[in-house]
């Protein structure tokens, strides 16, 4: 068993961080009623989120019931175990069961919008504690947000991380250099599971681990890929060493299909990345399978197929250019980045305006984009946007760009002269445009309307 899923939290005690956060769903549990609202743990990959419910559930002793929001058939499971207040079928004795719907963010997996909100209603009639699971509050409808009570999860400190790391050290025997715990923790990005994993693939064999073994496991791991794609896409029909080289990397089949499938654009023509395609899209197949019969021996053959088919396809012409992350990691990224912008936007017109963050969100954005449409300049000046949150409400990021350049440097020449010259007679004055009127408000007293 990998040490993430060995280490994983078994009770709330355990659980590394987000206090506020594990505490608010311990008093919600403590005296469930059916009249409370499910709850929602949102925050991103690794910090904790699934932990906790399982953690909470041992230790209320509830039974856990846990389903996939994206999986068709998660109406009909729900029905049945939400709408039922007995628990009379429980082996255990257990007063209650947990019903943990995971990837609450992708409802809309289900197969039409009517499904989605079936599940909303059931979820908010529910007769068991329901426990809801994102990464992403923002993509969650307005129905399901109304239905349900948030618990924020944010990312783990570095300082955080490295006692979990050390115990995790010492329940395996191994001895640490503290800077390889440092290091693991900074590289984790507050992603817990990112950091044991790094953790398990450094340490695993070792007595001793050191800050060495940490930088090359690392490093091995991403040259690998690299080599394994180039390896493939560069057609030597080394069959054996494919399939080798994919063993040794860290990445599963399925992420290896998407470096493929990424970097297909170094194959010579239509006809050979055609042949390409339709050897992804067969290995394609078998990981489809294999998840869903969760037999992983067919991991095998998707990694054949895909290996040897592309290498085959690509004829030997070698890789021209260089190999690439999928492009599709490129836009997640991109979007990640959007969602930062906004957040802390929203952050900054709340301190400034006094609004609350979530009112500014549900309610405001619209309204604010209307006006900043109309005054663009004036709200760059009055709330100091830069390009990116200014594009946020103008969806046009050239323009954007070319408005907060202006507006800077209209504002240097303005100072320019101020200090050059010293301040005009007010009768000279040329009028006050609003926005020049908001920047003279002290910190905090800036208005919207
Ligand atoms: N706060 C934490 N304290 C202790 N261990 C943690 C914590 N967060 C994550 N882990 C470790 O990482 C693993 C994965 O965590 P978990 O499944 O709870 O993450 P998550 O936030 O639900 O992520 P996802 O959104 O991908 O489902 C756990 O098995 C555990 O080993």
Redesign the pocket.
């Known amino acids: 068993m990998d ?3 060995k ?3 078994q009770r709330l005690q ?5 206090a506020a956060a594990v505490r608010q769903i311990y008093e919600w549990a403590r005296d469930w009623s059916r009249e409370k609202k499910p709850l929602i743990l949102y ?10 419910a399982h953690a909470l559930a041992n230790d209320m002793n509830w039974e856990v019931v846990e389903l996939n929001a994206s999986d068709q058939r998660t109406k009909q499971a729900l029905e049945r175990v939400a709408g039922s207040s007995s628990t009379t079928g429980s082996l255990s004795g257990a007063s209650h069961k947990l019903i943990l719907l ?1 990837e609450a963010d992708n409802l809309h997996g289900q197969a039409d919008r009517g499904g989605a909100r079936a599940i909303v209603e059931i979820i908010a009639a529910s007769q068991q504690p329901i426990i809801l ?1 994102a ?1 992403d509050y923002y993509a969650l409808s307005k129905d399901l947000k109304a239905a349900t009570e948030p618990v924020q ?1 944010r990312a ?1 400190q570095a300082r955080s991380i490295v006692p ?1 790391l050390r115990h995790i050290c010492a329940a395996e025997g191994v001895t640490c250099d503290p800077a390889a715990l440092d290091e693991i923790a900074g590289r984790a990005g507050g992603d ?2 990112a950091a ?1 994993n790094m953790l398990y693939a450094a340490a695993i064999g070792k007595e001793r681990l050191e800050v060495d073994d940490v930088q090359t496991s690392t490093k091995d791991q991403r040259s690998t890929i690299f080599e394994l794609v180039g390896g493939v896409l560069a057609g030597r029909r080394d069959d054996a060493n494919l399939l080798r080289m994919a063993m040794e990397v860290e990445d599963t089949p399925d992420t290896i299909e998407q470096w493929l499938e990424g970097n297909l654009g170094h194959m010579p023509d239509f006809a050979s990345r055609a042949r390409g395609y339709a050897c992804l899209s067969r290995a394609d197949e078998y990981i489809g399978r294999t998840y869903r019969r969760q037999y992983y021996t067919l991991w095998r053959y998707a990694s054949a197929i895909m290996l040897i088919g592309v290498a085959d396809a690509a004829g030997g012409h070698g890789v021209h250019g260089r190999i690439m992350p999928p492009a599709r990691w490129r836009k997640m990224g991109a979007s990640k980045r959007q969602k930062a912008v906004r957040t802390g936007l929203t952050r900054k017109l709340s301190e400034m305006t006094h609004i609350p963050e979530n009112a500014l969100r549900e309610d405001f954005f619209t309204a604010i984009s209307i006006l900043v449409e109309q005054d663009p300049e004036g709200y760059v000046r009055g709330f100091n946007l830069d390009a990116d949150e200014l594009n946020l409400f103008i969806h046009d990021k050239a323009r954007a760009t070319k408005i907060v350049k202006d507006v800077a440097k209209e504002e240097k020449a303005k100072e320019k002269k101020a200090s050059g010259k010293g301040r005009k007679t007010k009768e000279n004055d040329p009028p006050e445009d609003p926005g020049e009127k908001q920047q003279d408000l002290p910190p905090g007293q800036a208005t919207l309307f």
């Open positions: 040490w993430a899923e280490y994983r939290p355990d659980v590394v961080g987000n925050g991103k990959p690794g910090i904790g989120k699934t932990s906790c995971d699971i990464n999860f783990l979990r817990m599971r044991v």
